[in-house]
């Protein structure tokens, strides 16, 4: 398989739609093989999505992407490895080794019923007394 990490210096960058560098390397057979690191000057997120499409990514291991982000690389045949947050190195060992968790598909563990939990104001007896 073909990997991109999003860099930040060494490590992994904290969200995939930051940092100017990727490392592009092939993981085959329990190994990291050839690995080298590629600019990127997409100019937002979707660019870049298109530019991992041209160098025949098919993995991506990052930090934080928004839910919309994810569909997007999952509608491009790219797997992603989201929340990482350690050396890009150690990543792609872990990634080798089938030690970095897959990613739940999107949407999978966001809290239902968004604005349902309610402020309380004005009970009607305060909540202490004299």
Do not use: Y
């Amino acid at each position: 398989m073909k990997v991109a990490i999003p860099l930040f210096g060494s490590r992994v960058s904290p969200r995939f739609d930051s940092g100017a560098q990727l490392l592009v390397a092939e993981v085959e057979d329990g190994a990291v093989g050839a690995a080298e690191q590629v600019t990127d000057a997409a100019g937002n997120p979707l660019q870049r999505v298109a530019h991992l499409r041209e160098l025949e990514v098919d993995t991506v291991i990052c930090g934080a992407v928004t839910e919309f982000l994810l569909r997007h690389l999952a509608a491009n045949g790219i797997r992603v490895f989201p929340w990482v947050f350690c050396e890009a190195g150690e990543a792609l060992e872990a990634l080798a080794h089938g030690e970095l968790p897959a990613s739940p598909p999107p949407g999978a563990g966001r809290a239902r019923g968004r604005g349902r939990r309610r402020r309380r104001m004005g009970s009607g007896r305060p909540r202490w007394s004299p």
